[in-house]
Antibody
Framework: QVQLVESGGGVVQPGGSLRLSCAASGVTFSMYGMHWVRQAPGKGLEWVALIQYDGSRRYHADSVKGRFTISRDISRNTLYLQMDSLRVEDTAMYYC??????????WGQGTMLTVSS | SYVLTQPPSVSVAPGQTARITCGGKNIGSKSVHWHQQKPGQAPVLVFYDDDSDRPPGVLERFSGSNSGNTATLTISRVEAGDEADYYCQVWDSTSDHVVFGGGTKLTV
């Protein structure tokens, strides 16, 4: 059974940085692409980033391009999201998710980020 | 960028059939996937592709169709436990981005 456990959320001031992690188990991590998806309070889902199974390609939403970077450590079965130059509008629940041929197939429970002064 | 449009809300009586639509330009040429999110919970994939594919454990009451500019998630014999937000999702190969619809709140 696939388990995705996010961590690293918290409260950060505007302009600050934070790194989110997502530990994967129950899956051959090196075989699948992985996503980050966020959801602002009371709002819908917003895709943030995708990294291919081998890390060879990364894609980022326009709203975070140049500020956020998705990465993965296959040896640790862990996905990361490095977030810099944070803005108030980045406040959201951040979910990691496993990809299968462009289907977001499995979701973690999320970690909350609040950007506030 | 590619846009998916969903009605904000759909209301249906228990035991009836709910149909949630997802509109997009020529969406019939894309694979459309559906996610269910109950209050306070993470989303869950409930239907994928535009064929009759459901993830393991998802009830046969969930089905989908896709043609032209509209994809539809159909939930038959609706139960109170189906009350949730539903999101359609595609991969836009033009932008190399995942796109979600705005979500539809199903009220039973």
């Amino acid at each position: 059974q696939v388990q995705l456990v996010e961590s690293g959320g918290g409260v950060v001031q505007p302009g600050g940085s934070l790194r989110l992690s997502c530990a994967a188990s129950g899956v051959t991590f090196s075989m699948y692409g992985m996503h980050w998806v966020r959801q602002a309070p009371g709002k819908g889902l917003e895709w943030v980033a995708l990294i291919q199974y081998d890390g060879s390609r990364r894609y980022h939403a326009d709203s975070v391009k140049g500020r956020f970077t998705i990465s993965r450590d296959i040896s640790r079965n862990t996905l990361y999201l490095q977030m810099d130059s944070l803005r108030v509008e980045d406040t959201a629940m951040y979910y990691c998710a496993k990809d299968r041929i462009s289907i977001i197939e499995n979701w973690g429970q999320g970690t909350m980020l609040t950007v506030s002064s | 960028s590619y846009v998916l449009t969903q009605p904000p809300s759909v209301s249906v009586a228990p035991g009836q059939t709910a149909r949630i639509t997802c509109g997009g330009k020529n969406i019939g040429s894309k694979s459309v996937h559906w996610h269910q999110q109950k209050p306070g919970q993470a989303p869950v994939l409930v239907f994928y592709d535009d064929d009759s594919d459901r993830p393991p454990g998802v009830l046969e009451r969930f089905s989908g169709s896709n043609s032209g500019n509209t994809a539809t998630l159909t939930i038959s014999r609706v139960e109170a436990g189906d009350e949730a937000d539903y999101y359609c999702q595609v991969w836009d190969s033009t932008s190399d981005h995942v796109v979600f619809g705005g979500g539809t709140k199903l009220t039973v």
